[in-house]
Nanobody
Framework: HVQLVESGGDSVQAGGSLRLSCVAS???????????MGWFRQVPGEEREEVAL???????SYAVSVKGRFTISKDNDKDIVYLEMNALNADDTAMYIC?????????????????WGRGTQVTVS
């Protein structure tokens, strides 16, 4: 199975920046399972929010709440996805979780992502 490990979370002041990384360990035979990768965030007691998605072709999508502040990028050769976060505010405080899935026709659909990391905590004060 694909394993995803996030890093880069930290406590920062409002207005600050962070860069999150998610490294995928992909066993032989699972190469297509990182075609779509994305970042999600979870606050206790609230629904998980889709933050940003990217596919191997470089197409991206963003939540309205982060558009213009966050940038997702992907190193296809290394199976790493990044999330550059700028102009952070308290509403961005959450556990940030990486996930991946295969190409299923059309745009990436997180409902069909089978692989999820454990997350990295971002706290903005």
């Amino acid at each position: 199975h694909v394993q995803l490990v996030e890093s880069g979370g930290d406590s920062v002041q409002a207005g600050g920046s962070l860069r999150l990384s998610c490294v995928a360990s992909v066993p032989a035979g699972y190469g297509g399972m990182t075609y779509c990768m994305g970042w999600f965030r979870q606050v206790p007691g609230e629904e998980r929010e889709e933050v940003a998605l990217i596919n191997d072709a470089g197409r991206t999508s963003y939540a309205v709440s982060v558009k213009g502040r966050f940038t997702i990028s992907k190193d296809n050769d290394k199976d790493i996805v990044y999330l550059e976060m700028n102009a952070l505010n308290a509403d961005d405080t959450a556990m940030y979780i990486c996930a991946s899935g295969a190409y299923g026709g059309g745009w990436c659909d997180a409902d069909y992502f089978p692989y999820w990391g454990r997350g990295t905590q971002v706290t903005v004060s």
